[in-house]
Nanobody
Framework: QVQLVESGGGLVQAGGSLRLSCAASGLTFSNYAMGWFRQVPGKEREFVGSINWSGDSTSYADSVEGRFTISRVNAENLVYLQMNSLKPEDSAVYYC?????????????????WGQGTQVAVSS
């Protein structure tokens, strides 16, 4: 079956960096655009960014544009979220997801597979 497993979360001070990884299995990875979302308790899941099937097109939420970078290595079934200049408001559970479209999307409804999430906490 399809599995998406995130890793790399943790506690970091404001201004610091983290790199999240998402390892995919059970699917033809290069057929899927990938996205990152985040969620805090009591709020809806929020789009962070996405990357198309080949990695040459990315899209980001305004709140992370210029600080976060998504990349992927299709040969290794991996997608990354590099997070720099972290702020306390970036604290959340971060999820990677796969959409059956080749093109990236900001809509959670487009994503068919989801990971279990990894916690990111940014202290002030």
């Amino acid at each position: 079956q399809v599995q998406l497993v995130e890793s790399g979360g943790g506690l970091v001070q404001a201004g610091g960096s983290l790199r999240l990884s998402c390892a995919a299995s059970g699917l033809t990875f290069s057929n899927y655009a990938m996205g990152w979302f985040r969620q805090v308790p009591g709020k809806e899941r929020e789009f962070v960014g996405s990357i198309n099937w080949s990695g040459d097109s990315t899209s980001y939420a305004d709140s992370v544009e210029g600080r976060f970078t998504i990349s992927r290595v299709n040969a290794e079934n991996l997608v990354y979220l590099q997070m720099n200049s972290l702020k306390p408001e970036d604290s959340a559970v971060y999820y990677c997801a796969a959409t059956s479209s080749f093109d990236n999307s900001a809509s959670a409804r487009q994503y068919v597979y989801w990971g279990q999430g990894t916690q990111v906490a940014v202290s002030s």
